[in-house]
């Protein structure tokens, strides 16, 4: 089993859409989580970071559930700039090593 | 404010060649990572540094070797290349866990 896992997606959504993407971790130890977006060909970004009380920044939400080791993003209002690839990151008590999902690709169109 | 700068962003070899790829950080991170990352994997972890003079083999370790020259850099060197090693490459920095900067990667072909 993987220790983080995602729907590869393609999720195709029209612009002004809600969308959300879970993510599970198999590790409970587990201590830190985030978001991060890469476009085509591009280096990964953080996009957030996920805390226990669920957090907020304009249109994307970041949830963590603890007791069900998932993790999910909701965005907004979707653009067409948010089109990209959103991995789902984890890491574990102690290290700071991280370690990624393989990624659900977003597809916003017209 | 350059972050993470990775060199060369291209490059192909053929199968047997060797070549390092280099990596610079300017944020004073004292972790670095090297990972690649393949269609359908996601993000492999080659080789880390916690800190300057140590390094620790991560998820994919075998073909590569590593050297944290100081804290600003950490190169990754390809010995024998083989035509499994193409891949896009990618360099980090952190410092703890909160949040990597990665450089913009290297696309190597091995033919």
């Known amino acids: 089993r993987k220790e983080v896992e995602q729907d590869p997606g393609p999720f195709n959504v029209p612009e002004g859409a809600t969308v959300a993407f879970n993510c599970t971790y198999s590790n409970s130890a587990s201590q830190s989580f985030f978001w991060y977006r890469q476009d085509c060909r591009k280096e990964p970004k953080l996009l957030m970071s996920v805390y226990s009380s669920g957090n907020e920044d304009g249109r994307f939400t970041a949830q963590l559930n603890r007791a069900s080791q998932y993790i999910s993003l909701l965005i907004r209002d979707s653009k067409l700039s948010d089109s990209a690839t959103y991995l789902c990151v984890v890491n574990t008590y102690n290290t700071d090593k991280l370690i990624f999902g393989t990624g659900t690709r977003l597809q916003v169109f017209p | 404010n350059a972050g993470v700068t990775q060199t060369p962003k291209f490059q192909v070899l053929k199968t047997g060649q060797s070549m390092t790829l280099q990596c610079a950080q300017d944020m004073n991170h004292n972790s670095m990572y090297w990972y690649r990352q393949d269609p359908g994997m996601g993000l492999r972890l080659i080789y880390y540094?916690?800190?300057?003079?140590?390094?620790d083999k991560g998820e994919v370790p075998n073909g590569y070797n590593v050297s944290r020259l100081n804290k600003r850099e950490f190169s990754l060197r390809l010995e024998s290349a083989a035509p499994s090693q193409t891949s896009v490459y990618f360099c980090?920095?952190?410092?703890?866990?909160?949040?990597?900067?990665f450089g913009s990667g290297t696309r190597l072909t091995v033919v």
């Open positions: 980090a920095s952190s410092e703890r866990s909160y949040g990597y900067t």
């Open positions: 540094s916690a800190s300057e003079g140590t390094t």
